[in-house]
C-alpha cells in the first residue's frame, strides 16, 4: 500500500486530531495523521517523576465528559480512571479558604454573611435560562447570553462575589479574565459543575490518552505541513517536511485540520473567506506552568489547588500541589501564571521560574517549604486554551452552520469549536470525523 496516499489525513496529533483519527478509522477509512511537534497530546502532557506523574496540562476529566468518557471506555482505558479531590482553596489575607465545592464554599469565611446571601442573586439567570445552559451545546445562538461575565456578577452576586470567587476559578480552571469571559459559557460550566459529583484522572497520566489513541494510528511525528492544495480532481495535494528535513508528498480525498486556529488558517489558501474571518477572531489565553520539589523532608502542605484573586497576586493563576494515589503530600507542585504576570524583560523560563517562586513566597508569608523549593519542569503554552468572550458563541453558531452546508472535504477540529477543555475537543472530533465520513460515502455512491 502507497503510505503517501490516505482517505483522510488529520493535520495535528493532539486530543482532537488522534480522536478524529480514531472514528474514521473505525468506519474501515484509511487515515494518516501529521504531527509538527516531537510528541503526540498537544495539550494533554504529562511529565513523570519519581513522586508520579505531574500535569502540566489538562489536568482532569469531569463526569460530565461524555463524550470523553465513551472515547475511554472505547480504547479499554476506563478502569485507569480514578477520583481525584474536587476541593479548591482562595488566598484572601494571607489565608487559604475553601471555595469549592459548594458547601464548602457556605462553611467557609472567603465571603462574608452579606455577600454569601447576595451570591445567591445569581440563581435568578441561572434559573431562568436553566434548559439553555447546556455545557455540550454551546454553539447555539438562540442560547447564547451576550453578556460578558463581568457585568452578570456584578449585577446579580455583587463585586466580592467576581473578585474572590468567579474570578480565581476562570483563572485557576481557564487562565481567563472576567471581563473577557461569556457570561452564558460561565453558567453553563457553573451548572455543570454543580450538577457534577465526581472528577477523575488517568493513572499513569493524562497523556495516556492520546499516547493509547496514537497506538492504533500511522501518525508522521515531526512532520510539519506547509501546505494543501486541492486538485482538479477535488482531493488534497499536501507538501509536507518530514523529522529528517526532506520534502514529502501525501495526497488525502478529505482532510482534518486539528490544529489550532491560526495555525489551521495558514495551511491553505482554499479556505472560505467566512471561515477566515471565524478563524482570525480566535483569541487565547496564555500559561506557563514551573513544576517545583521540595527540599529533601519538606512537602507542599496544601490540601487542594490554591487560587488567586487577581487583585491579590496579578498574573498568578493557582498552586496546584501532587498528591499521591493515597491521598499523601508529596515534594511536588506545580505554580501556574497567566498573561497578566509581569515578566522581567529578557528573562528565561528558568529565571521566570525564580522570579515567579519569590513573588510567591512572599504573598504566603515565606514558608520554609515554599522558599527551600528548586524548579524541575517549566511548560509554557503560548496558546494554553481559547477565549469564549461575549460574542464568542454567535460566531461559532455562524461558523458551524456554514461549514455543514459548505462543498469542502476539510473539516476543522478543537476545541475552540465546541467547549473549552478535552470534552470540547474530542466531541468537536467527533463531528469532524462524521462529516467526512459522510462527505467520503457519498463521493463513493457517487
Known sequence: MDDSIADCLVIGAGIAGLTAAHQLQKSGFRVVVTERSDYVGGRLRTVHLKEGAVEVGGAFISDFYAATLDLLTQVELEKSLFT?????????????????????????????????????????????????????????????????????????????????????????????RLPETSAHV???????????????????????????LALEADVRVGWDVRGIERNKSGQYDVQAMDSTGASRALHARSVVVATRAGAAMSLTESIAPWAVAFLQSVEYSRSTTFTFRTAPGETCPLPGPLLFPSSTLPGVSSINPLVSDDGQPTRIFGISINADYRRPAGAGLDALAMNVLRVVCLSLGSPWWLTSAKPVHVQDWPEALPKFDSGYLARLHDFRTAMASADTPVAFAGDYLDAPYIDGAVRSATKAADLVRSRLAGDADA
Open 84 to 176: 481525584r479531590p474536587q476541593t479548591a482553596f482562595v488566598l484572601r489575607n494571607r489565608q487559604s479558604m475553601p471555595s469549592w465545592p459548594a458547601g464548602e464554599l457556605v462553611r467557609s469565611p472567603l465571603l462574608t454573611v452579606g455577600q454569601k446571601i447576595r451570591l445567591l442573586g445569581l440563581l435568578v439567570p441561572l434559573a431562568r435560562h436553566w434548559r439553555a445552559l447546556d455545557i455540550a451545546q454551546l454553539g447555539l445562538r438562540a442560547q447564547a447570553l451576550a453578556t460578558p461575565a463581568d457585568v452578570l456578577v456584578g449585577k446579580w452576586a455583587g463585586r466580592a462575589a467576581g473578585e474572590c470567587f468567579f474570578g480565581p476559578l476562570l483563572q485557576g480552571l481557564l487562565y481567563w
Open 186 to 212: 460561565m453558567l453553563a460550566i457553573l451548572k455543570a459543575f454543580l450538577r457534577g459529583k465526581a472528577t477523575y484522572r488517568l493513572r499513569n497520566g493524562m497523556a495516556e490518552l492520546p499516547a493509547r
